[in-house]
């Protein structure tokens, strides 16, 4: 199992940069890809909406069309750390953020494709 803690949320200004982290512990294991994802305010009942995910090695990585360009994901393993830079936020980026651990090496773009999440962090974006 492994546990996982984001840490990073908080108020951010539109246009500002801001980065997230989210810290694994446990069996992390070798081989694994991650990802962030995000649920938007109002709607909780729907799935958790596809950030960026990246492979074990950094290689591969993709975003939503919403993020492109802006958002990075990268991942140091000495530290076992996930990170989520995030330039130029606006509006669409608030929400709470939560980092997830797949069962293989593939950048899947749904939340069904992860096996283990974690608590979350709040990114709030005012103007």
């Known amino acids: 199992q492994v546990q996982l803690v984001e840490s990073g949320g908080g108020l951010v200004q539109a246009g500002d940069s801001h980065r997230l982290s989210c810290a694994a512990s446990g069996r992390t294991g070798s081989g694994i890809a991650m990802a962030w994802f995000r649920q938007i305010p109002g709607r909780e009942g729907r799935e958790r909406e596809f950030v960026g995910g990246i492979s074990w090695i950094g290689s591969t990585t993709f975003y939503s069309e919403s993020v492109k360009g802006r958002f990075t994901v990268s991942r140091d393993h000495d530290k076992n750390t996930l990170y989520l830079q995030m330039n130029r936020l606006d509006q669409e980026g608030e929400g709470v953020y939560y980092c997830?651990?797949?069962?293989?090496?593939?950048?899947?773009?749904?939340?069904?494709?992860?096996?283990?999440w974690g608590q979350g962090t709040q990114v709030v974006v005012f103007s």
């Open positions: 997830a651990a797949a069962r293989d090496n593939v950048v899947r773009t749904t939340a069904p494709g992860y096996v283990n």
